[in-house]
């Protein structure tokens, strides 16, 4: 399992002292959500930030998820800014294979989100543009809110379908009231990345917090989330701005 902190819930008057911490804690992703005020009712941040970040970190991998209208207008400016993953929601965009392929033509990885209600169904048909999906197990806007349980049959129906669909090897990211109680049922229900704002930021040392959150994937994982955890692990952080 993959843990990914959400910068939402870090300290904001001192941030790269909290990505320096986490680099201590070997936490080797950072998730970033970007919020617009639309789409969600909140306002996070946005490119000069993730660049300002950049700047501290050339080892985390910046996994960007966007939470905004229309989200193909930004594409190239994340990547100027350093993201190494853009994750667009189903919902804010009427042709996802074209930006999810632009994301790719871009050098960065590719992500899909489906809000709590959204039937993730389309994923039969976008597993090959895709190299994660990210399972929201709340509604977005907000870290700390309670993890809704019907989304543990909705990663196990995702990662079904991404098997049916020849994709086994395309990550499940799970965001929203992950926990280290929570993170063996989701391991066991397909998920390889799990996002956590509150969970872990409220509970330093970080350290010992990822490692709580190791220990209970361990006791759920497959040879297949292994597999596919260790092909991610070789995904390198800055590649899209070396290039
Ligand atoms: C919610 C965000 C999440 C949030 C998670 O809209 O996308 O990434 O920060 O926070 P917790 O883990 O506290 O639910
Ligand atoms: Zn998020």
Redesign the pocket.
Known sequence: MILSP?L??ADFSRLAEELAALEAAGISWL?L?V?DGAF?PNITFGQPVIKSLRRCSEKLFFDV?L?IEDPARYLASFRDAGADMLVIHAETDRHPQRTLSEIRRLGMKAGLAFNPGTDPAPLRWLAPDLDMVLV?S?N??????RFIPQSVAKISAARALLDEAGAGHVLIQV????CPENTAQLVAAGADVL??????FNHPPYAACHQRFLSAARTAADSAHLARCTAAAQWQPGRALKK
Request: glycine letters at 18%; hydrophobic letters at 40%.
């Open positions: 959400s939402l819930s998730h959500d919020m969600v998820h939470m929201m709340v977005p806007g907000f870290s700390g809110q965001d929203g009231g992950a996002v956590s704002g509150s969970a872990f």
